[in-house]
């Protein structure tokens, strides 16, 4: 099976750009279907955005469509996720997750596999 580790996450000032890492060992990587999900204190996971298995096709959460941009390297094992434009609504620890069902998938309950998440913080 697979594990995640996610890195890149920090304090930054709204406006710039960030890019998230999610490592992958373990398991057959192509086979994941791999999304990134962002959880703000006191508010549930919400899927920020998913790439299929050939990195061929993404999908984007309605407030980070146009900013945000999802692509993974197979080869190396990684998917990225780079934030820009981001706004201090953005501030939440985000978490990468994989599942091998079908299709990527917007809820987190459909994910099997959890990376332990980093921290954006974006100040005003």
């Known amino acids: 099976q697979v594990q995640l580790v996610e890195s890149g996450g920090g304090l930054v000032q709204a406006g710039v750009s960030l890019r998230l890492s999610c490592a992958a060992s373990?398991?057959?990587?192509?086979?994941?279907?791999v999304a990134w999900f962002q959880q703000a204190p006191g508010k549930e996971r919400e899927f920020v955005a998913g790439?299929?298995?050939?990195?061929?096709?993404?999908y984007y959460g309605d407030s980070v469509k146009g900013r945000f941009v999802i692509s993974r390297d197979n080869a190396e094992r990684v998917v990225y996720l780079q934030m820009n434009s981001l706004k201090p609504e953005d501030t939440a620890v985000y978490y990468c997750a994989a599942h091998q069902d079908i299709g990527v998938m917007r809820s987190a309950t459909s994910y099997d596999y959890w990376g332990r998440g980093t921290q954006v913080t974006v100040s005003s």
């Open positions: 373990g398991g057959t990587f192509n086979w994941y279907i």
């Open positions: 790439v299929d298995r050939t990195g061929s096709t993404q």
